[in-house]
């Protein structure tokens, strides 16, 4: 039978060279580390601009790269997290305390280069304690994070009284980069959001110090007898992963021109999806910037197409948890056919 199949193959010649041609592009698909990703973005493009063709619209796609920006930059960070086989939920509180910082500054007259300085060191701060103290008490970072969840929470509160702190001048760059665009249609927020993507993508995948984040992740007693320092690593990206709290808390406070403390509130849990959407694994050693930052993309891009189409905001939350597991069902697809392909 299978002789006559061939045969019959070869007879009809065209159908066998179509079926090859997708045979190859559904391989080349499976090393395409993003594909299943741009596969759900296209789709889902699709699908809300035939509901409604407001969501293809140049403005609506704007704001959607606007919205995605002070996130991205955490999700960006985050996964250099998980992939040495960490989680950090305090992310969206670090967001809150970082804003308040930058608003105290402002409202106390210093000029905004050191306020940003200021800022960015105070995140650097708050990521640098999550780090020690994992490795002083030698608990996993989750269970460090639970609790700076609530306790970087409570200090944003407390340093702002509970209140958001405004009453400084909205004027000049840095506010620019929240509310206008380039060429009159790209987010300046979007494009901080490519660069910090770009340099952070170059470092994880082309330097020693992305490598080591690999190591650690994939087999971290390996990763010790190699001489690498672990503890180092971890309190390295966990630092990282509070700069890039506090840079987001930049951006978002230059989009709403305030410093609220309750910014960030559920940022860990968009931003934890994404990367994990973008195929990084919970266990380490797995994941890539442009997923993670395309998980991102898939999350907000739902969540606005479904506001267009009318749906309820309850059934909004509904609807963005089930699409989380259905993208996650996708990518573990084609990861499973891949290493299937490898092994077989």
């Known amino acids: 039978m299978d002789a006559d199949l061939a045969n019959r193959a070869v007879i009809d010649g065209e159908p066998a060279g179509r079926a090859h041609r997708l045979s190859s592009a559904y391989r080349r698909l499976q090393y395409f580390r993003e594909g299943g990703l741009v596969i759900a973005l296209l789709m ?21 790269g606007s919205q995605i920006t002070y996130e991205g930059v955490i999700a960006v960070a985050m996964t250099f997290v998980i992939i040495t086989g960490e989680i950090d939920l305090s992310v969206g509180s670090m967001v809150a305390v970082a804003a308040v910082v930058f608003g105290m500054m402002l409202r106390d007259g210093l000029p905004m280069s050191a306020a940003i300085l200021v800022t960015l060191l105070s995140g650097c701060g708050l990521g640098a304690v999550n780090g020690a103290l994992s490795v002083l008490l030698r608990v996993p970072t989750i269970i460090i994070t639970l609790g700076t969840l609530s306790a970087y929470r409570g200090l944003a509160d407390q340093l702002a009284n509970g209140y958001p702190i405004s009453g400084f001048s909205v004027e000049g760059w840095f506010w620019d980069i929240g509310q206008k665009r380039l060429f009159g249609h790209v987010p300046y927020d979007t494009v901080v959001l490519i660069v910090f993507a770009v340099i952070a993508g170059f470092v994880l995948r082309r330097t ?3 490598l080591h984040v690999y190591a ?3 087999n971290r007693r390996a990763a010790e007898l190699a001489g690498l320092r672990v503890n180092r690593i971890r309190i390295g990206v966990l630092t990282f992963n509070g700069f890039a709290s506090a840079l987001g808390a930049l951006l978002a406070v230059s989009q709403a021109q305030t410093a609220d403390p ?3 509130t559920g940022y860990e849990l968009d931003v934890i999806a994404a990367v994990i959407i973008g ?6 050693g797995s994941g890539t910037v442009l997923a ?3 998980g991102l993309l898939l999350i907000k891009m739902i969540q606005n197409g479904l506001v267009i189409a009318g749906v309820s905001i309850y ?12 993208a996650v069902a996708i990518d573990r697809f084609f990861t499973r056919r891949r290493e299937a392909t490898v092994h077989g």
Do not use: H
Request: proline share 2%; no cysteine; hydrophobic share 60%.
């Open 44 to 64: 889902a493009a699709l699908i809300f601009t035939l509901i409604n063709s407001v969501f293809a619209k140049p403005q609506n796609l704007e704001n959607i």
């Open 208 to 210: 020693a110090v992305g």
């Open 216 to 218: 650690m992740g994939s």
């Open 262 to 264: 309750n910014l960030g």
């Open 279 to 284: 195929g990084a694994k919970l266990t380490g």
């Open 292 to 294: 993670s930052v395309l």
């Open 315 to 326: 059934l909004l939350v509904v609807v963005s948890g089930l699409v989380v597991i259905a």
